[in-house]
């Protein structure tokens, strides 16, 4: 089966290419990127020379391009996506172009080649808020917080309509907070451990009391074949992860892993709109598809942190560049009044 991945050189999408053509069925994958500053080429450095594998870079709002790309495939994995919360707050419109205009592009030209199978990877985030004890079901309204997730929510409508319109063969996944190799160093693990391995002060946001759901990364890429070889057409199914736990938690856990100091943590100033808490029931893609995550957070953490520790050239290419522009232009004042902060309390060991 011939497979159009789209967004396959960030971070979930290389996992997931990597693992489906790890099973050694008879899959093979056109990963179809425009490589934004989130799209890295070298996480494919292991598969780049199999022969079931092709790279086409385009832009999923390219309708002709993704026509060339998308013919003779059978299915249409669909992860790309502006995907950065914080990106989106002081950049919108890019997010709304990819995020919606690129799915509608994927669905009209997907319905015209007659398609068989369209899974759209969406995320825990369009449920919005859950207070303590609440858990997001597939049937949970939606009420998205930011443009990012207000964004996803508009795809997965997208997707919905063309179900129940043109009878359209999609499903939908909602997936928790992933984490593991290869994740571009502008979301919290690999920022906090990145920023951590070079004793620099870690932002928290906050007071580090949101909770995530977090889930790795594998458990996610092997939900995500489940769902393209046995999902029902037209249903969603979330992948909650294995554990939620609050930001300051997570913060510890890992400089205890690593051996640093507490007071590398630095409170800073709270991400506006700031959903409190993610939390996904996942009881039906566990009934319906015998998927459940396997890895608990401790032992992802480990291995994350030893992944980022042994890629120590993955990662400065990755901060090299734009990277340094963002982070100055979206961080720079927090950073610096992170240096006082830091600056005023005892010296990391
Ligand atoms: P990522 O930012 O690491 O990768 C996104 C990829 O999409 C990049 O390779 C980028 O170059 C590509 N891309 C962006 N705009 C494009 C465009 N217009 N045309 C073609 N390619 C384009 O993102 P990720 O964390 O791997 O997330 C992948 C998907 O999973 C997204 O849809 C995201 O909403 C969803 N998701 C992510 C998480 C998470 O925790 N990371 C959780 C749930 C759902
Ligand atoms: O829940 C799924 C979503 O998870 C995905 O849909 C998104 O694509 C993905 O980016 C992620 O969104 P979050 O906003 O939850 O992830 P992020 O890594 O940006 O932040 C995780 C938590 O950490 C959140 O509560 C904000 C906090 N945080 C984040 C950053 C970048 C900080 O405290 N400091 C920071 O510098």
């Known amino acids: 089966m011939k497979i159009l991945v789209t967004g396959g050189a960030g971070f979930i999408g290389s996992n997931f290419i990597r693992h489906i053509l790890a099973t050694g069925k008879d899959y093979s994958v056109v990963n179809y990127d425009k490589l934004t500053y989130a799209g890295n080429l070298e996480n494919l450095a292991s598969v780049a020379d199999n022969p079931a594998?092709?790279?086409?870079?385009?832009?999923?709002?390219?309708?002709?391009?993704?026509?060339?790309?998308?013919?003779?495939?059978?299915?249409?994995?669909?992860?790309?996506?502006?995907?950065?919360?914080d990106r989106s707050i002081y950049a919108p419109r890019s997010c709304v172009e990819t995020n919606v205009t690129g799915t509608l592009v994927l669905l009209e030209t997907a319905r015209k080649l007659g398609v068989a199978r369209f899974v759209h990877i969406s995320s825990d985030e369009v449920y919005g808020d859950m207070f303590p004890e609440m858990f997001a079901g597939e049937d949970s309204p939606l009420r998205p917080s930011s443009p990012y997730s207000a964004s996803k929510a508009g795809a997965d409508l997208l997707v919905q309509?063309?179900?129940?319109t043109y009878g359209f063969p999609a499903v939908i996944t909602r997936s928790s907070n992933n984490y593991g190799p290869f994740q571009f160093p502008e979301k919290f693990l690999p920022l906090m451990i990145s920023r951590a391995l070079d004793d620099k002060p870690l932002p928290i946001y906050g007071a580090g009391e949101e909770q995530r759901h977090w889930l790795h990364v594998e458990d996610h890429c092997r939900g995500l074949l489940l769902v393209l070889e046995r999902g029902q057409i037209g249903e969603v199914y979330n992948l909650g992860g294995t554990d939620i736990e609050r930001n300051i938690a997570v913060a510890r856990k890992l400089l205890r892993i690593l051996g640093k100091p507490e007071s590398l943590i630095s409170f800073v100033q709270d991400r506006p709109g700031h959903d409190r808490r993610y939390a996904l029931r996942r009881d039906k893609i566990e009934k319906d598809l015998g998927w459940k995550p396997r890895i608990p957070l401790e032992d992802g953490l480990w291995q994350t942190i030893n992944w980022y520790q042994d890629n120590a050239e993955w990662?400065?290419?990755?901060?090299?560049?734009?990277?340094?522009?963002?982070?100055?232009?979206?961080?720079?004042?927090?950073?610096?009044?992170?240096?006082?902060?830091?600056?005023?309390?005892?010296?990391?060991?």
């Open 161 to 164: 309509a063309y179900v129940r």
């Open 53 to 85: 594998y092709l790279f086409v870079k385009g832009d999923i709002c390219d309708a002709g391009h993704v026509e060339a790309a998308m013919r003779d495939c059978s299915a249409i994995v669909h992860f790309a996506a502006e995907s950065h919360v």
């Open 315 to 349: 990662l400065s290419k990755v901060r090299g560049g734009e990277y340094q522009s963002y982070y100055e232009r979206y961080y720079g004042n927090r950073d610096s009044s992170l240096l006082e902060i830091a600056r005023s309390k005892p010296q990391p060991s």
